[in-house]
């Protein structure tokens, strides 16, 4: 239990009484205001978090959080009533919201009426439209963020701890924060151009789960998974909502609404024809405010389960994705396959071979090349496609995988690698000073992985990967992003796409402490690297 408990603040004008949730972030707790003896929420950051040695900037963000939040003043969003810094730890005080959130209504099988669900849903909306107009973006519209207040029978949204200011369609750097199912894609990105669409899409993929009692694929996934329609889960559900819950969760930012007053037009009018009652005084629970209709079992995929399980449980998005991957792809021999790559890495030992390709890093050292440590396999060539164009030759179940390659990036420690992909298929001394290098396949002849760790720390000193064409791009986008450790720039990977649609050969780049090249070889795959900038001095 945490040591807060019972604890008085602000000159005794507050109590905390118990704890009702708690995140890496921050912990809430309900409060009681003495003065006014009122039931209150007190937000505070984690505990664990004054070891950090940038302890400082986190207060600086939660106080953020509660400036952005205090600014936002509507019927529907949560009040701020008060901030105030004690014994060095940072306090915000909101409202209290007794009810449940609108996950605990729904999930796991009580889809809600649409009439219902509408109608919260435009409360959220005009609740989104004061928060635009204020220059933020909420960036976790969801049902778990989402409270139905059991008094007054209205949504109240909650929880702006990843809330950022924004220019409208102009590129700038969020944190890669996201709730899969309900964020956008351009969110999995650090640096893209922001815009309220991608509240947009939340809300959108909201009312889907609300309706279906189902949490929709993720986005990072929808380019090879396909996302069944609402209608398809809940048949009672009228084509027009259908058409709008797709409209609003376009992939591409451009090809949905751009704002929510947009959206929301394209929902029907109308008042909901739904019974509220009131539970027992006696009783404090609220999971029955509300009378729906049992939903019909749908069948769910198994990714999508696995997904929701992660939810569910905390996991993050790439180390749940890249435990999927490592399952598929064990379900396969691993043949032993070099990664084709232009550099002298991964470095294993080396063995004969009659056509070493040259090395775009051979310059940044003046040692000579080793040959390739492992000589491929016979292998079918790649067959030039265009990428525009989906590939026919790629089977759906490696398509189905791809696009949760993880990207691995320097500085990893071994342990998280062999946790998500286990063992590599080949392992040897590395041709740099104090290191060594494995290898991956997740997806046999198509993607390898490559990472060379430090003897000392276990930690990637360089990472990399090699694509067959016939790989989608985002797959590549999405893989390069994680090499860079989440923030690849638009310069990089506006160079990756220019190497996949074979407008130049290489593209080389620093960013940071990194040096990296992105390029075709001698075998038609793209070849990514990314390394410490002082490792081939």
Not at 310 to 318: F, H, M
Not at 451 to 473: P, V
Not at 511 to 529: H, P, S, T
Request: charged share 20%; with cysteine.
């Amino acid at each position: 239990m945490d040591s807060l408990i019972g604890t008085t603040l602000s000159n005794g004008k507050y109590t905390l009484e118990e704890e009702i949730g708690q995140g890496g972030f921050g912990v809430t707790y309900k409060a009681i205001h003495h003065f006014l003896d009122q039931t209150v929420v007190i937000k505070t950051l984690n505990e664990s978090l004054k070891s950090e040695r940038n302890f400082s900037d986190l207060q600086r963000k939660f106080q953020d959080e509660a400036r952005r939040l205090a600014s936002c003043v509507h019927p529907n969003i949560v009040r701020v009533s008060d901030f105030f810094i004690e014994h060095d730890r940072a306090y915000m005080v909101m409202d209290y919201i007794p009810g449940k959130t609108l996950d605990d209504l729904v999930f796991p099988d009580r889809p809600m009426p649409e009439a219902v669900a509408i109608h919260y849903i435009r409360q959220i909306g005009s609740a989104l439209q004061v928060v635009h107009r204020n220059g933020l973006l909420h960036r976790d519209i969801k049902p778990q963020n989402i409270i139905l207040h059991e008094k007054t029978q209205e949504a109240i949204l909650i929880d702006f701890g990843i809330a950022r200011e924004f220019t409208p369609n102009s590129t700038q750097t969020h944190t890669q924060m996201m709730s899969v199912g309900y964020a956008p894609i351009e969110q999995y990105f650090a640096q893209e151009k922001r815009s309220p669409a991608s509240d947009v899409y939340g809300l959108a993929a909201t009312l889907y789960a609300l309706v279906t009692a189902t949490v929709p694929t993720a986005s990072i996934l929808r380019d090879h998974e396909r996302m069944p329609e609402p209608r398809e889960l809940a048949p009672s559900i009228s084509p027009g909502v259908n058409q709008a819950i797709l409209r609003g969760m376009a992939m591409q930012a451009i090809h949905r609404p751009s704002s929510i007053g947009e959206w929301l037009a394209l929902l029907p009018e109308g008042s909901p024809s739904f019974q509220m009652t009131q539970p027992p005084k006696a009783s404090t629970k609220t999971a029955e405010t509300v009378v729906f209709a049992p939903k019909p079992e749908p069948t769910k995929p198994g990714l999508r389960a696995i997904w929701l399980l992660a939810a569910l449980s905390g996991l993050t998005l790439t180390g749940v994705a890249i435990a999927i991957l490592w399952l598929q792809s064990r379900q396969s021999p691993q043949p032993a396959i070099t990664l084709n790559s232009p550099s002298p890495l991964p470095s294993l030992p080396p063995e004969p071979s009659p056509s070493p390709s040259p090395s775009p890093i051979q310059s940044a050292s003046p040692r000579p090349k080793p040959s390739p440590s492992v000589t491929p396999s016979p292998t079918p060539q790649p067959i030039p496609v265009d990428p525009s164009l989906p590939s026919p030759d790629l089977p759906k179940v490696v398509t189905r995988s791809t696009s949760r390659i993880p990207g691995f990036a320097v500085g990893t420690p071994e342990q998280e690698v062999r946790a998500a992909l286990g063992d590599p298929v080949r392992s040897g001394a590395g041709y740099w000073q104090n290191t060594r290098s494995v290898l991956y396949e997740p997806v046999p002849d198509r993607i390898s992985l490559g990472y060379l760790y430090d003897q000392s720390t276990n930690q990637i000193r360089q990472t990399e990967a090699s694509f067959a064409q016939s790989i989608d791009d985002l797959t590549l986008q999405v893989t390069v992003n994680g090499m860079l450790g989440s923030r690849a720039t638009p310069d990089v990977i506006e160079g990756l796409k220019q190497v996949y649609r074979r407008e130049r050969d290489r593209y080389s780049f620093q960013q940071g402490n990194l040096k990296g090249v992105i390029e075709r070889n001698n075998q038609d795959r793209i070849y990514v690297g990314v390394w410490e900038a002082d490792l081939h001095d």
